[in-house]
């Protein structure tokens, strides 16, 4: 029985303090610089439904929605991430390895393509996201039974061949090729609180089935037999994670685009610093997860690599390479 | 004997003033040398706006193919299509049997092309001011010099007709232009953006954003420009914050027709066209 140890429970609350100042930093900067104090009075103001004019509206109507659909998203991506990667026991998994992602963006350049009203895409996004989800439970299923590796072959196939029609559709409507070019990069602009009012939901149920599920996923790292006759229901729990990874990722994706990289590495940046007992690691991820992402949106707004999605590559994967070769030389 | 005959050519020509004379030798926008042996006669041309140009130089009849987007005048639609920017036919136009394709620096047709044996000339008109040279540019290639100096005229005066209107406009609104909803808009040294400004608006994007910004959607919502276009006004409302704007509150959000759209993506000969265009959106109680 592992108990977080003072250390971990040091790094937990530091990494607490990292999410809230990260969470007022990309409240106060922006490509107008707000002060503090009057982030705090819009912040008042907003809460008291008083009349928001000038700096207020960007704060509250604008930014902290923006914000707050950052560690939403970012948190859902690092846990479902990290719970992929236990459930799958493969180090390379991440939320998208089921086909959500080139699901989404399928349904999401259609939209987009056929110039369906906005409001709509995200709605195309998800849906098609979870029918792409259900495709690769379809073919990847044995009877009753789920193989990991056949789960993760039906969904890098299903991935690709959705991909290869998005990008079709994309070549065929050039105009729209930009719009649907910033989907795929990810994007958190226009997020509003209708927005985090719609994802939030499906991201706390998701999340919460995985966090809950976490003490049956440190048991499946001892193998599906030993996990078995330990009383795990293999097969059921595996069911269960997909579905709930995905919906939390489908309505993520469906609503800020393909985010890369945050749900890969931020599992594994917590694994080596929290250790791997997922209790731990996933809702610790999910906070790490939150703070990059809002971090990340923040240079992206305040620089000229102007898509999260990019920063979290560009900036994830050295990142995570130096982590790497840190690990190895201790 | 060679050299006799360039020198004939030259005297001869020499008369009939600005004409061009052959092998004519120019750097395209690859940065290529290209060197054309004689006057071309059967031209494919892979970008509307260059196919415009050509048209607008009394030389439609020597185009023999043209890309999927090429549609004016309306005689080009009757042209064999060789594809667009990202699905060009390379078979369908060596085919034709061009002696110039005309391409976009983008793209990598030219590779292919010149060793298949075919001229190619990259001619991307893109700031305002390129429209007017790459026109004297091309009229140089097909022989029309003398026309490309009276369309560049005309262009310009249809300009400053407009230009003339619009300096006596009592207001000129603060004015967002959205190119796509991403949101992406237009710097004022932007050919659109050069556009915007003598169609009597004020761009809220400063130059040092770069010519097709993404804007941060907050800067909008700052710089509360008075009009708003290239977006409709539902669209404007559901974005957060957006109903603070000025523009939004005036109802000042005004779609571009899709015509209007297309031009001016076009830095072409209609040019005027589209400034006119945009100057009655902006200014309509100056036209009536």
Redesign the interface.
């Known amino acids: 029985m592992a108990r977080p140890g003072p250390r971990r429970l040091g790094r937990t609350a530091a990494l607490v303090v990292l999410l809230l100042a990260v969470i007022v930093l990309a409240v106060g900067l ?3 610089t707000i002060a503090p104090g009057e982030v705090l009075g819009a912040l008042w103001r907003g809460l008291s439904r008083a009349e ?2 000038g ?1 207020d ?2 704060v ?4 902290l ?2 914000v707050v659909m950052g560690v939403v998203v970012g948190a859902c991506l690092a846990v479902c991430g990290g719970a992929f990667q236990g459930v799958f026991r493969n180090p390379l998994a991440d939320p998208y390895l089921l086909g959500v992602a080139s699901g989404a963006g399928l349904g999401a350049t259609v939209g987009i393509v056929a110039g369906w009203p ?2 709509s895409i995200p709605l195309a996004a998800l849906a098609a996201a979870l029918v792409a989800v259900s495709v690769t439970l379809g073919l990847a299923r044995e009877g009753r039974r789920f193989p990991p590796t056949r789960l993760i072959l039906a969904g890098v196939v299903v991935g690709s061949v959705l991909s290869a029609f998005s990008t079709f559709l994309i ?1 065929r409507g ?1 105009d ?1 090729a ?2 649907v070019l ?1 989907y795929t990069l990810g ?1 958190l ?5 209708r927005d985090v009012g719609t994802v939030l939901p499906y991201a706390a149920v998701g999340c919460g089935v995985l966090i809950a599920l976490g003490r049956a996923l440190d048991t499946l790292q001892l193998g599906d037999l030993t996990a078995r006759s330990l009383g795990v229901p293999v097969e059921r729990l595996r069911l269960l994670v997909v579905i709930a990874a995905s919906i939390a990722t489908a309505a993520a994706v469906a609503y800020v685009g393909i985010i890369g990289f945050v749900g890969l590495i931020v599992p594994h940046v917590v694994r080596l610093a929290w250790g791997a007992n997922h209790r731990v690691l996933l809702p610790v991820s999910a906070l790490l997860g939150g703070a990059l992402l809002v971090l990340a949106d923040l240079l992206a ?1 305040t620089t000229l690599l ?2 999260v999605g990019v920063v979290t590559t560009l900036l994830g994967g050295p990142f995570f390479l130096w982590l790497l070769r840190r690990e190895r030389h201790e | 004997m060679h050299k006799l005959l360039t020198l004939t050519t030259l005297t001869l020509t020499a008369g009939a003033a600005g004409a061009t004379t052959y092998p004519l030798t120019l750097t395209d926008d690859l940065g290529r040398q290209v060197t054309l042996r004689s006057e071309p006669k059967r031209i494919v041309s892979v970008l509307p706006s260059d196919t415009e140009t050509l048209c607008a130089l009394g030389v439609c009849d020597r185009l023999v193919g043209v890309d999927e987007f090429s549609d004016f005048p309306a005689q080009v639609t009757r042209l064999p299509k060789v594809g667009g920017l990202y699905n060009p036919n390379v078979e369908a136009m060596v085919a034709l049997r061009p002696d110039l394709v005309i391409v976009s620096k983008y793209g990598k047709l030219a590779g292919p092309l010149t060793q298949a044996g075919i001229p190619v000339l990259a001619v991307n008109p893109e700031t305002y001011d390129d429209v007017f040279s790459k026109t004297l540019l091309l009229g140089k290639v097909v022989n029309r010099e003398a026309q490309a100096k009276t369309l560049v005229l005309n262009m310009k005066r249809d300009i400053a007709r407009v230009e003339i209107l619009t300096k006596n406009a009592v207001r000129k609104p603060t004015t967002y232009f959205e190119i796509d909803p991403t949101p992406y808009s237009i710097g004022p040294n932007s050919f659109m953006g050069v556009l915007l400004t003598k169609a009597g608006a004020r761009n809220i994007i400063p130059a040092s954003l770069g010519d097709f910004p993404k804007v941060d959607p907050e800067f909008v919502v700052k710089a509360n420009p008075e009009l708003m276009l290239g977006l409709d006004l539902g669209t404007a409302r559901s974005r957060p914050g957006w109903n603070s704007i000025q523009a939004v509150k005036t109802g000042r959000v005004l779609p571009i027709p899709k015509d209007l759209n297309t031009i001016l993506g076009r830095p072409g000969p209609r040019l005027p066209q589209a400034l006119r265009g945009l100057a009655r959106l902006i200014h309509p109680e100056l036209f009536r």
């Open positions: 922006g490509s107008v928001l004019a700096n509206v960007i509250w109507q604008i930014r929605p923006r906005r409001g070549l050039e729209r930009r719009e910033a994007d602009g226009f997020s509003g609180w707004r102007s898509q």
